[in-house]
């Protein structure tokens, strides 16, 4: 018995796969990056949420990181960091576990709207670090570049504040992920962005400038008069990365396999036990504009060259568009492994990793 037959014998229900060799290359070259461009590197962990993979990067020099909600920080504090950024705005409702966990660790929070700043001032008790984030064009949260006054005024009141202190911006460029299998595009909106956050360099005494999204940072060199980048993604991949050229299949580290579990060679269709509450509902249009929830990657780790892709999700059902001929080769009991679209997401709905060594290793849970 191979080493993968015996990982997946052991796999009867939607389980998430991890090339732990393929994940520790993806955080060296990361690290490798960071240091050619002189820029810190700060990567988000809300795309691994696991304190074991967190310790990969320890081991490459990594010492402060971003998370997505203060839970996470809390997880990661617990779990030895002490220098994290809470790159989500400000949730006034946990100011308590913002006070507890700034006792501990050196903590910073984000503002995205000058109303925020007055609640904040009145209720932070201890130390604490602010960015400010810029909305760069992905329009979701986060000042308007060329809102300066707005911007001053809020930099005032957390220097004239007893506990805040006014660390620099942040700001990610979510929109580089519309770019399908177009990565010049991808390059010049990195230029463009980097030039337009130079300007808040100029009007803000030299002011710390963090970037951070995963298509940007793989894709250009680009970088010049930043000071941080905060890749996520880049730690696993996924098919969505793939399309939009920031990565090559090999180097997608996470995989979900899924029983199947109904064959229908009539119909060019099998069904498989791994649904929206095991992939998530995110997708990307094929080149025939149909949905792709997950695209097949092999069959009982066996590589197919077939294309193949689950078309429709419910709540545990996968329905996967296949040939006839690959349906009639398989047989119920399978297991279909697919590369996620956003592993971002695939691996916060799943509770733990399956590594080819016969591993698994436990991550992070809001419950």
């Known amino acids: 018995m191979s080493a993968n037959d015996a990982v997946l014998n052991k796999i009867n229900k939607p389980a998430l796969l991890l090339d732990e060799k393929q ?25 691994h949420q696991s304190a074991r993979i ?28 002490k220098d994290i950024l809470i790159a989500f705005p400000v949730n006034i409702l946990e100011i308590d576990q913002i006070n507890a966990l700034a006792r501990k660790i050196k903590l910073h929070i984000l503002i995205s709207e000058e109303s925020a700043i007055d609640k904040i001032v009145t209720k932070v008790d201890i130390l604490v670090s ?56 991808v390059k010049v909106l990195q230029a463009k962005l980097n030039s337009e956050l130079l300007s808040l360099k100029g009007a803000f005494q030299e002011a710390f ?28 991949y996924d098919w969505m990365q793939y399309q939009i050229g920031a990565c090559d299949k090999e180097q997608i580290a996470v995989k979900l396999a899924c029983p199947v579990v109904a064959i229908y060679p009539e119909r060019e269709e099998f069904v498989v036990y791994g649904g929206a509450i095991h992939f998530s509902k995110e997708y990307v249009l094929t080149d025939y504009k149909q949905r ?52 971002c997401l695939t691996v916060d709905l799943m509770p733990k990793y399956h590594t080819w060594s016969g591993d698994e290793i436990h991550k992070f849970r809001f419950f």
């Open 54 to 81: 967190g310790e990969w990067y320890k081991e490459l020099g990594v010492k402060k990181i971003t998370v997505s909600s203060v839970l996470m920080a809390e997880y990661f504090a617990n779990n030895g960091w």
């Open 23 to 47: 994940c520790k290359a993806n955080i060296y070259h990361q690290v490798v990056k960071a240091k050619r461009l002189n820029l810190a590197l700060r990567p988000h962990f809300k795309t």
């Open 292 to 343: 792709n929830y997950g695209q097949l990657a092999s069959i009982n780790a066996i590589d197919i060259s077939d294309e193949a892709f689950i078309s429709n999700l419910t709540q545990e059902h996968g329905v996967v568009k296949a040939s006839k001929q690959l349906c009639q080769q398989m047989k119920v009991g399978d297991l279909a492994i697919f590369y996620p679209i956003h592993s």
């Open 130 to 185: 602010v960015f400010i984030e810029i909305d760069t064009g992905q329009i979701r949260s986060g000042f308007k570049l060329l809102a300066i006054e707005k911007i001053k005024s809020t930099i005032q009141k957390i220097n004239n504040s007893k506990h805040l202190v006014f660390s620099g911006f942040v700001a990610h460029a979510g929109q580089s992920y519309q770019y399908k299998n177009e990565p010049e595009k």
């Open 209 to 236: 400038i963090s970037v951070g999204d995963t298509p940007t940072f793989s894709l250009s060199d680009n970088f010049s008069g930043m000071d941080e980048v905060r890749p996520g993604n880049a730690v696993f």
